[in-house]
């Protein structure tokens, strides 16, 4: 199966602009020609002048119309995959002369993207100390803070979101995809996997140039949702089994060979973990002289990124009884176990 086969049987792939230069490439929405007539979006992309354009360029070029979308599946709540999707509601709305646009996500990620759910502004406190008992510095985390703010510039929120439970599925005029659960870069993250033709749309769950990053998440008390990085080896994992010709990421283009892409995944983890049972031979650290030593060249404002794949293999390390954590004055030390 090759991507000009695919788009064949009616499914389209629309790269559009993004700013963030570590995502893999610009980010894909896939444009799904429904059966029984009408499209269905997988992501609608970033919600910027210049990735609106972008999509309406491309619905221009395959002769579609807004009006035509029947509902947008967002694959993660991340600006860059659902940010353009309050537009395209808006514009089917014009269209259509009235009525709302359905949007779904799975319920582990809905509230990043509805109205209702919390907004990073609102998080800054919660996020704050617990990036603090890392041993992150104030001005360190005031660069986080900042460059949070402003990607949430790029994605309007959407007044509601329905919820997509593993097992939906998306009818297409000559293809089957079923909703499949792969959480680890976000806890609702869902796949669309096409069993009878090999075709596998991860979003970002597996990109073949980046590895996706394993994001801290927080709930309203300042609990970390889930281990992010344990979680994503599972997923890893049950990709790994499946029988897949063709994916179609949430970054670049299609590619094959995922068996190989995944074991070289799990090497460089394995990697990065070694290095971290190295710095840690001499003496205990903090989180944050780890994530330094791990990314000696990295921005204050990459800090949230650097600092959640360094927590995340640290906590594959706790699983296996590697290391530990122990907190002294109000922050965490890790070191190795005895």
């Not at 205990?284 to 780890?290: F, I, S």
Request: proline residues 6%.
């Amino acid at each position: 199966m090759t991507e000009q086969e695919l788009a064949g049987l009616g499914v389209h792939r629309l790269p559009l602009p993004i700013p963030f230069v570590a995502a893999g490439g610009p980010v894909n929405v896939y444009v799904i020609e429904a059966a029984g007539g009408g499209l269905v979006l997988f992501d609608a992309g970033l919600g910027s002048d210049q990735a609106e354009a972008a999509l309406q360029a491309g619905f221009d070029r395959l002769g579609f119309r807004f009006e035509e979308v029947r509902r947008i599946v967002v694959s993660h709540g991340h600006v860059d995959h659902y940010g353009a999707a309050r537009w395209v509601q808006e514009r089917w709305k014009k269209e259509r002369h009235g009525g709302e646009l359905p949007v779904f996500a799975h319920p582990r990620d809905l509230l990043k993207l509805d109205e209702r759910g919390p907004r990073l502004r609102d998080q800054h406190q919660i996020y704050g100390a617990h990036f603090s008992r890392l041993g992150v510095p104030l001005e360190v985390m005031a660069a986080v803070v900042a460059a949070g703010d402003g990607s949430t510039r790029l994605a309007r929120r959407i007044p509601e979101v329905q919820p997509i439970e593993a097992g939906a599925v998306v009818e297409g005029r000559a293809i089957r995809f079923e909703v499949i659960e792969m959480p680890g870069h976000t806890p609702g993250l869902i796949c669309l996997w096409a069993p009878d033709h090999g075709v596998l749309l991860p979003a970002d769950h597996l990109l073949e140039k980046v590895s996706p990053n394993p994001i801290i998440e927080l709930d309203a008390e300042g609990r970390q949702v889930h281990r992010p990085l344990a979680v994503y080896l599972q997923s890893l994992e049950r990709t790994r089994a499946l029988e897949i010709s063709l994916v179609m990421p949430g970054h670049g283009p299609g590619f094959s060979g995922h068996r190989a892409l995944i074991d070289g995944l799990l090497g460089f983890f394995e990697k990065r973990q070694a290095r971290l049972l190295g710095l840690l031979a001499g003496r205990p650290r903090t989180g944050w002289e780890l994530c330094q030593a791990i990314f000696p060249r990295a921005g204050a404002g990459d800090a949230f990124l650097t600092m959640s794949e360094t927590i995340a293999n640290l906590e594959v390390l706790e699983d296996r009884g590697a290391v530990v954590r122990v907190e002294e004055q109000g922050a965490w030390q890790f070191q190795r176990a005895a």
